[in-house]
């Protein structure tokens, strides 16, 4: 059954207009699914989002007011001592959990990543949202590095494009590890690593002024087997070995130490110290299939800032 309260002391619930307007202008859905799903009436839905229009709540972009999530964000920094974490409304229906966790890092990139920085980005769905959601600019010289190497075939979510997006919308200076995100052979790897340009670039990373991570889970909907990029066989063994996922290609078990695999001779990434250093590691991951791999992240010392949404949040915070 649905409510109507028609606030007839006058007062605006600025927190739930908020969550309504991110649900409209944001994901798209119609106010009627709205409704449903807040256990309201459309009429009020249809209200709320007018009332968020003259307030102001809604402009160009949706401003998240104090309260919209603030009780889990609070709860999140104090539990894992997190210098941020960023909590958006889970997805109504099929809305694609990445592109408002990306979409929130983008504004979070945008609003931290000062002139001159440098910023290091890995690869995934969330990051191409927020390379395509981060405001432009033009003249800060900044730079972008990509933190692990390509893949000889994939789809449109591919880690030279998402480097090359987020360099062009921030007028910056892009560099690339130019060889495979895993070589044939640990020997090839080795030879990689010592080469030029890719010593050169991994050499960047421990001076990098932000790090923008994805979080690669290996449940059974995992991107990366729908990718190709690792394969079943491989899947199979990692999680007898205790791999809940990985992180810039490192990948940890539930208490987050790294897993000893044959794949992981044969990545070719930053190492994990150099990673650890880096003075804001913003980790942006979104759904239940993450939640393994975002703890084992935050204990393994490679996220102080985290972007997720809520039923992420609310499994993380249970004990």
Not at 72 to 82: A, I, V, W
Not at 245 to 263: K, Q
Not at 264 to 275: E, G, Q
Not at 280 to 309: E, P, Q
Request: proline share 3%.
């Amino acid at each position: 059954m649905t409510t109507d309260n028609n606030d007839a002391d006058g007062s605006f619930d600025a927190a739930l207009a908020a969550r309504i307007c991110w649900h409209y202008f944001k994901e798209g859905q119609t106010q009627e699914l709205i409704a449903q799903q807040l256990n309201l009436t459309r009429k009020r839905v249809n209200r709320m989002l007018g009332e968020a229009r003259e307030r102001g709540l809604v402009q160009i972009t949706i401003q998240r007011p104090l309260g919209l999530c603030s009780e889990l964000e609070s709860r999140l920094t104090n539990m894992f001592g997190l210098r941020h974490a960023i909590v958006v409304p889970s997805p109504i229906g099929n809305t694609d959990v990445r592109v408002l966790v990306g979409s929130a890092a983008g504004d979070y990139i945008s609003d931290h990543l000062t002139p001159g920085a440098a910023l290091g980005i890995t690869w995934g769905g969330t990051i191409n949202a927020a390379a395509q959601s981060v405001r432009r600019r033009s003249g800060e010289a900044n730079r972008v590095v990509l933190l692990c190497g390509g893949l000889a075939e994939s789809t449109s979510i591919n880690p030279y494009d998402n480097a090359s997006m987020m360099a062009r919308a921030l007028d910056a200076r892009c560099y690339y590890i130019t060889a495979p995100m895993f070589a044939a052979s640990a020997e090839l790897r080795d030879l990689l690593l010592v080469s030029e340009p890719v010593r050169s670039v991994l050499a960047m990373v421990p001076k990098l002024d932000l790090a923008l991570l994805s979080a690669i889970d290996l449940t059974d909907q995992s991107k990366a087997l729908e990718y190709g990029v690792i394969s079943w066989n491989d899947w199979r063994s990692l999680r007898a070995a205790g791999a809940v996922g990985d992180i810039c290609g490192h990948y940890l078990d539930a208490d987050g130490n790294l897993v000893e695999h044959s794949l992981t001779a044969r990545v070719i990434n930053p190492s994990i110290k150099s990673l650890q250093v880096i003075p804001l590691r913003v980790l942006a991951a979104g759904g239940a299939s993450k939640v393994s791999i975002v703890r084992a992240a935050i204990k393994a010392g490679l996220c102080n800032v985290l972007i997720t949404d809520e039923s992420a949040a609310t499994a993380l915070v249970r004990r």
